[in-house]
């Protein structure tokens, strides 16, 4: 009879330790779970503001887009299209020129060719007539130049929480 209570609780003894180990794996299961779910999350997280989109358009070239033309008059906004225009510029140190802007934001990401800048001058003749002049390609460029940087320090600072 000794023999077989050691063996029933030796079996008992088992039982329960494949239970607890059982019991282990699934909660290391839940945990590793856990973590690959936070995972994901993670990436969800680092990703989607690239796509950030409420709006038609990637929201960190938009914004950065309005703070850079912020000194300008806006005429025209779709933030579903990605269109910003602005009205007539003129810098008050130089009167006899001015400058119209527009901004076309192609893409939901933040890419170098999601944003394209067109970009109209016009200089003051006789004290009253406005005659077309050209538009130097670097200063497009630049202004695409600040618009990106600035998109991609707000990307940044979101992103640091």
Not at 5 to 26: F, K, M, N
Not at 57 to 79: C, E, G, H, I, K
Request: glycine letters at 6%; aromatic letters at 4%.
């Amino acid at each position: 009879m000794t023999n077989s209570l050691h063996a029933g609780s030796l079996s008992g003894t088992v039982v329960r330790a494949l239970a607890v180990g059982a019991l282990v794996v699934s909660i290391g299961a839940c945990t590793h779970h856990r973590q690959a779910s936070k995972k994901k999350l993670h990436e969800a997280a680092v990703l989607a503001p690239s796509k950030v989109t409420t709006i038609g358009v990637n929201a960190y070239l938009w914004r950065a887009t309005l703070d850079t033309l912020s000194f300008m008059p806006l005429l025209q906004t779709d933030s579903n299209g990605g269109v910003i225009v602005t009205d007539w510029y003129a810098n008050p140190k130089n009167p006899g020129e001015r400058v119209k802007v527009t901004v076309s934001i192609l893409d939901q990401d933040l890419r170098a060719d999601a944003v394209r800048v067109v970009a109209s001058r016009q200089v003051l003749q006789r004290g009253d007539v406005w005659i077309d002049a050209p538009v130097e390609a670097a200063t497009v460029q630049k202004l695409e130049d600040v618009i990106l940087t600035r998109a991609r320090d707000l990307r940044r600072r979101t992103l640091r929480g």
